[in-house]
């Protein structure tokens, strides 16, 4: 368990603000950070426990940090919690006090604790392994859990799921395609639990969009699989486009070996985890592909503010964590000390605002994004469909 940290000068990790220029809104609550840094605002008292191992502070919000800060996972899990820390201090809230919990050793011990220590909403976890661990503990508590995790299947009840979704990002650049002439699909997918879920998606979103996928091929990641699948999918000729719904790195390969093949001018179509990547966007194997995902407009401030405060840059779920601070600070001016979570302002219907644009909660608990497609280009990746400001455009 740890305290939110001070906000201090450059050290072993990450957490600065103070962009020039850089505007957040989120509703009501506007951040905006100084043009030149000057002291470090102070950060929000740290409490100790008692003799029974429960908070003195009564004066704040509790809300708990649960995340691997130790372990394969921890660099991480250290980035999404400084940036929600980050958060909490940028916009000068003093009445929410978080406390980081390591996931690592066990999620279920850490939420045990967590709930022991008077915390009434979790941000986290990131594992989905670990929401299903801690769920049965927070549903019987009456405690919220804002995971940022990507695994819709565990959303319901009192967890609500944040990260990006592959079924949101396929759509759109589905829908995308087809506004573009683009009627006949294919695609290729990894073994797995992604993959899986990829390809519900990809039928889902074809079918919707008024499309016809004409073949769908998976493969495990190894240089002969793909070959194989890439081969057996090029027996059903015709298809316009071909979505490769693995990392950029992944799909050069896929790329490199359809363009050679019998579909060399179908257009190469890529999901959110092409952004993890941005450098492997310029090399001409994919040039021209087109992939959806959240805005980098204000992730690229925020990381170059990040990497002066601590050295390096932050992780790119590192926004999950910003932004989950941001909804909790805006939730606060609605939840009672002490009280219960005002559940259903998370599913408002004009949602929130951060660093990744604008998302709100649907009834299923998934988080709803607005996503902007881009095309890969040597010269760097463009934006060829903005993503829509508000949920009312």
Known sequence: ?????????????????????????????SVVPKAKPGPAAPPPPVEKPDEGGLPR???????????????????VGQSVANAATMALIDTGNRSVRITSYDTAPGAAAAAKRALAEGNRLFLGPLLSEDVVAIAPAARAAG???????NDVAAAGGPVFVMGFSPAQSIDRVVRYAKSKGIH?????????VYGR???????????????????????????????????ELGLNQGYEAVLIGDTARHAIGAATLIRKGSSPRARILGTELWAVEPRSLNLPAIAGAWYASVADDRFQPFAAAYRRQFGKAPFRLASLGYDSMLLVVKLSKDWPVGGEVPIDRLRAEDGFDGVDGVFRFGANGVAQRALEVNEAAPTGTKTVSPAPSSFKN
């Open 1 to 29: 368990m740890a305290e939110a940290p001070a906000y201090r000068q450059p050290c072993s990790s990450y957490l600065r603000w103070a962009a020039a220029g850089l505007s957040l809104l989120l509703a009501s609550c």
């Open 57 to 75: 502070d009564q004066a704040r919000h509790r809300v708990a940090l649960l995340l691997p800060l130790t372990g394969a996972n921890a660099a």
């Open 143 to 149: 405690v919220p859990v804002i995971s940022y995790s």
């Open 184 to 192: 006949r699909f294919a695609a290729l997918l990894p073994a797995g």
């Open 197 to 231: 879920n990829a390809s519900t998606a990809m039928i889902r979103s074809v079918e919707s969009a008024g499309g016809n996928l004409v073949a769908m091929k998976s493969y495990e990641r190894t240089p002969q699989s793909m070959e194989k699948a890439v081969a």
